[in-house]
């Protein structure tokens, strides 16, 4: 189950491809003006979108050693935050196909946070190596933002918190293709990440990982 888990994580982040886009798709163009103009601009734009995942990596962790403490402490704990998970995975789902925007109201739940983590950015700017960036995105990947609020639901579901690590690390390896392309320029991709039928057919695709995952707790209570 864990690698159904895990390839599920990497369709949850590749399906919010458009979400990052146009949540950190202006950032990750904008940064590029920090980068010193004789240096290649992949070496940074890899150090930042690493540094995104090391944050969601780091969160995961966290999560998920969270979500192990109350399973040891409440043996039925776990089945309830995969059911919270699966909930979350479907509300996603809705979110990507414009069926649904519910989402969008947990992201003003991390604001308050936010507001305090956002100064360290600018402290990296203007890039003198590619550490910068990579500290840069570490910052940013902390971002309120209702697409990692439910891999973070997902993670602490987990059972551990390695497995939490593995899951948002999975997840941010999803969201590379559509920010990458967006930092180098490649807006060839856009089109695609956002016809009606590429967002339809990965809502479909969460809905079902979403079943599969609460399956298993159907069977078990019959």
């Not at 240096?39 to 150090?47: G, H, N, V, W």
């Not at 956002?118 to 971002?143: C, D, E, R, T």
């Not at 969201?175 to 930092?183: E, Q, R």
Request: hydrophobic share 55%.
């Amino acid at each position: 189950m864990i690698e159904i888990g895990l390839f599920s994580a990497f369709l949850m982040g590749l399906a919010g491809g458009v979400h990052c886009v146009g949540m950190c798709g202006g950032i990750a163009s904008a940064f590029t003006f920090a980068i010193p103009k004789q240096a290649s601009p992949s070496f940074y734009i890899l150090a930042y979108n690493v540094g995104r995942v090391l944050s969601y990596s780091l969160a995961g962790a966290l999560s998920g050693y969270l979500g192990a403490i109350a399973s040891n402490a409440i043996h039925t704990t776990i089945p309830i935050l995969t059911i919270i998970s699966a909930v979350f995975l479907i509300l996603l789902a809705l979110y990507i196909s414009d069926w649904y925007k519910g989402l969008s109201y947990f992201e003003k739940l991390g604001s308050h946070l936010w507001r305090y983590l956002q100064p360290l950015s600018k402290k990296m700017l203007p890039f003198k190596h590619p550490g910068y960036a990579l500290g840069y995105g570490m910052v940013w990947g902390w971002l309120p933002c209702g697409l990692v609020y439910t891999a973070l639901t997902w993670s602490m579901a987990s059972g551990s918190a390695l497995n939490g690590a593995a899951f948002m690390m999975m997840f941010g390896a999803g969201t590379f293709p559509a920010l990458i392309a967006m930092s180098l320029g490649a807006n060839f991709i856009l089109p695609f990440l956002q016809h009606s039928l590429t967002r339809k057919t990965l809502a479909f695709g969460l809905i079902i990982s979403a079943f599969v995952l609460i399956l298993p707790i159907i069977q078990g209570i019959k």
